[in-house]
């Protein structure tokens, strides 16, 4: 009788068969093992990736791979809902991966809090944005704003409140509010990542 292996041995095992597969999608600054290594830290770090389903794990990670990013909490995520895996850029990937594309001046996202000074108008020339920190107390978060300037001068900008980050990541208050709580996901890694990922900034569109 053979020797039973691990659910991280399996995991371990198939991601080496996919090495070839991650070769052709990978950009050629990243390398095969490397993405490996990461991946598998990622599943040790959060367990609840061993036993969620499986394939979509290795599904996340090819997408990740596409995408020319290492799940490294950084760059990109890999996290369970429902039962599946998805992968998730952060900011850091997502703004790494627009200024490879070089056709971005400048882009950020910040939160803005209930004592800041913030204001969003739109007239005859277009789309403006004025935000002021409170170098205080900035008390509670109220919203996401998140912009892009493009190098021939089109300015991209969109906000979002905390309700429709709920609807984006399609979990119930209690459980957003309990993904603000980890430690490994900081609120502003939340709000700044999903402003990218799931509203209609544009910049999918223009930068693949």
């Not at 995991?11 to 950009?27: A, C, E, H, I, S």
């Not at 890999?78 to 990937?93: A, D, H, S």
């Not at 070089?102 to 209930?114: I, K, P, R, S």
Request: glycine letters at 8%; a negative charge.
């Amino acid at each position: 009788m053979g020797t039973e292996i691990t659910p991280l041995e399996e995991v371990k095992q198939n991601l080496t068969r996919m090495k070839n597969d991650f070769k052709m999608v990978l950009p050629s600054n990243i390398s095969p093992e490397k993405f490996q290594q990461v991946v598998i830290t990622a599943v040790q770090n959060n367990p609840d990736l061993l036993t969620a389903n499986r394939p979509s794990l290795y599904n996340a990670a090819i997408r990740c791979a596409q995408d020319g990013l290492i799940p490294d909490g950084q760059e990109a995520v890999m996290t369970v809902f429902k039962n599946t895996v998805v992968y998730m850029p952060m900011i850091r990937g997502i703004l790494k991966k627009v200024r490879n594309s070089g056709e971005l001046g400048t882009a950020d996202a910040q939160l803005v809090y209930e004592n800041d000074e913030y204001e969003s108008w739109i007239d005859e020339k277009g789309q403006h944005f004025k935000h002021k920190k409170n170098l205080g107390e900035r008390g509670k978060p109220l919203l996401t704003y998140a912009y892009a300037l493009t190098k021939d001068g089109a300015l991209y900008f969109e906000e979002i409140s905390e309700e429709d980050i709920c609807k984006i990541l399609g979990c119930s208050k209690e459980k957003y509010e309990s993904l603000k709580g980890l430690e490994s996901w900081p609120v502003e890694i939340l709000y700044r990542g999903y402003i990218f990922f799931g509203t209609s900034l544009g910049l999918g569109a223009m930068f693949g």
